[in-house]
Structure formats: structure tokens, C-alpha cells
């Protein structure tokens, strides 16, 4: 009964340890996200043609922080996959992870590109299909 509390103990450690990580990549991507937020900011909104109706100080803020947290996010899909994959990796044998050895490679690269369709879809949404309907002309 003690080796079964030890095992899950030690288990239960490594998942903390693996989701501590993936929170710290989470914390350095907002923050970098955020040294850059105005810049984002500006691109999102040059198209526009005009202003934003800002009523307070607290709405700059709160754009600013969701935009930060949305790169942030988007940022750390990869980190979350690569922790997912230690984690279970540890459990297989042998003759399960020279299965998995083949399929974890194309989840990463499907994580990628799903990433990368993303952002490009932001940016043709922005600056195609926004600016054609909102622009003031």
C-alpha cells in the first residue's frame, strides 16, 4: 500500500513540475506580450480609419491585458503539448514509446501549423476582409 502512495505522490509531483513550467512559459510570454502591446495595438487599429471609443482609463487597460493574454495563449500551445507529452512519456514502456514515436512528431507539427493558419488568418482578417467593410470610404 506504501509503494502505491509513494508512485502517486511522485507522480503527482512531476505533473505539478510540468504545469509550474508551463505557467512560468505563460507568465514570460504575457509579459513579453505585453513590452509590445501598443505596437500590436497600433497595427490592430491603423486600418480603422479612426478612433477607438476609450471612456475610461480602465478600458486601455483592459484591451492592452486581453490582447497580452491572447498572444500569450497562443504563444504557449506548444509548451502545453511538449509538457503533455513528458508527462505521459514517462508512463510507457519500451515497446509504447517506439509507437508513440511516430505520432508525437506530427502532433507538434499540427499544433505549429494550426498556430500558424491562426495568425495568418488574423492578419488577412485585418487587413483584408476589415478594412474593405469598416474603412470609412
Not at 11 to 31: G, N, S
Not at 62 to 72: G, N
Not at 100 to 106: E, F
Request: charged letters at 20%; glycine letters at 2%.
Amino acid at each position: 500500500m506504501e509503494n502505491k502512495d509513494s508512485q502517486l505522490i511522485e507522480h503527482l509531483d512531476e505533473l505539478r513540475q510540468r504545469m509550474i513550467k508551463t505557467l512560468i512559459a505563460f507568465v514570460i510570454f504575457f509579459v513579453g506580450a505585453l513590452v509590445f502591446v501598443e505596437d500590436i495595438n497600433s497595427w490592430i487599429i491603423k486600418d480603422l480609419g479612426r478612433d477607438l471609443a476609450i471612456l475610461g482609463p480602465s478600458d486601455i487597460l483592459w484591451a492592452y491585458t486581453i490582447i497580452s493574454c491572447v498572444f500569450a495563449i497562443a504563444a504557449t500551445i506548444p509548451v502545453v503539448a511538449y509538457q503533455t507529452w513528458e508527462f505521459i512519456a514517462s508512463a510507457l514502456t519500451k515497446e509504447e514509446r517506439k509507437v508513440t514515436q511516430n505520432v508525437y512528431p506530427r502532433i507538434i507539427h499540427f499544433v505549429y501549423c494550426r498556430n500558424l493558419f491562426w495568425i495568418l488568418s488574423v492578419i488577412f482578417h485585418c487587413a483584408g476582409i476589415f478594412n474593405k467593410y469598416v474603412s470609412s470610404d
